[in-house]
C-alpha cells in the first residue's frame, strides 16, 4: 500500500466552479500536511500547507485534514483558467522528507 | 532571486552513458533532496543529505550515488544510464518544518 493516495485525474470544470482536491494516507504519525502546484514543466511550488488537524483558508484555497480519517482535501473557489495545473499532495511526519501523492491534473475552461 | 538551480535542463543519454545532474541551493538550508518523477508515479525520492557530509537513500536510490560537496550543493550521478532512468528530475531544499520545499526547475532526461 502506498502512503499516499490521491486520484489522478484528470479534472476538468467551469470557470467559477468549486474545484475539491483529496487525498488519503496510511501513516497515523503524518502530522505535517502540503499542497503543492506544479505547472506544465515546472517544478512544484507550495501552495498551502497544514499542521496537524483543521482547516486553513488563503484567499481562494481552503486546506482541510481530518487526522481521524486519514484523508486531506483542497478547496479551490471561483475557479480560475490559471489555476488549470498539477496539484500535489505532500505529507511528512517530521516536516523534512515528505511524502507526494502523484498529483491530480485540473484544468478549469472558461 | 533565491533558490534552488539545476543544471542542465536537458539531456539525452545513451543507454551506458555516465552524467552527472548538478544542483545548488542559496537559502544556507542544511537539507537538499533528490526526486525523479514519472508518470501515474509522482514523485518519488532518490537521495537525501540531512546536512553537509552525509548523505541517505530514499526509495529509488538503485543506479544513482550522490555527492553532498559543501551545504551549498547536491549532484547526482547516473554511472551507467539505463532506459529506466528516463524522467523529470528535481532537486528540493526544505526550510524550516512547515516551509515545504523550494525545487528547482527540473532536469528532464532521455536515456535511448
Known amino acids: 500500500q502506498k502512503e499516499v493516495e490521491q486520484d489522478p485525474g484528470p479534472l476538468s470544470v467551469p470557470e467559477g466552479a468549486i474545484v475539491s482536491l483529496n487525498c488519503t494516507y496510511s501513516?497515523?504519525?503524518?502530522?505535517?500536511f502540503m499542497w503543492y502546484r506544479q505547472y506544465s514543466r515546472k517544478g512544484p511550488e507550495l501552495l498551502m500547507y497544514?499542521?496537524?488537524?483543521g482547516n486553513k483558508e488563503d484567499g481562494r484555497f481552503t486546506a482541510q485534514v481530518d487526522k481521524s480519517s486519514k484523508y486531506i482535501s483542497l478547496f479551490i473557489r471561483d475557479s480560475q483558467p490559471s489555476d488549470s495545473a498539477t496539484y500535489l499532495c505532500?505529507?511528512?511526519?517530521?516536516?523534512?522528507?515528505?511524502?507526494f501523492g502523484t498529483g491530480t491534473s485540473l484544468t478549469v475552461i472558461p | 532571486n533565491a533558490g534552488v538551480t539545476q543544471t542542465p535542463k536537458f539531456q539525452v543519454l545513451k543507454t551506458g552513458q555516465s552524467m552527472t545532474l548538478q544542483c545548488a541551493q542559496d537559502?544556507?538550508?542544511?537539507?537538499m533532496y533528490w526526486y525523479r518523477q514519472d508518470p501515474g508515479m509522482g514523485l518519488r525520492l532518490i537521495y537525501y543529505?540531512?546536512?553537509?557530509?552525509?548523505?541517505d537513500k530514499g526509495e529509488v536510490p538503485n543506479g544513482y550515488n550522490v555527492s553532498r560537496l559543501n551545504k551549498r550543493e547536491f549532484s547526482l550521478r547516473l554511472e551507467s544510464a539505463a532506459p529506466s532512468q528516463t524522467s523529470v528530475y528535481f532537486c528540493?531544499?526544505?526550510?524550516?518544518?512547515?516551509?515545504?520545499?523550494?525545487f528547482g526547475s527540473g532536469t528532464r532526461l532521455t536515456v535511448v
Open positions: 505532500a505529507m511528512s511526519r517530521t516536516g523534512n522528507q515528505f511524502y
Open positions: 501513516n497515523s504519525a503524518f502530522q505535517y
Open positions: 497544514t499542521y496537524s488537524s
Open positions: 537559502m544556507n538550508h542544511n537539507s
Open positions: 543529505s540531512a546536512s553537509e557530509g552525509t548523505t
Open positions: 528540493a531544499s526544505p526550510g524550516q518544518p512547515g516551509n515545504g520545499y523550494t
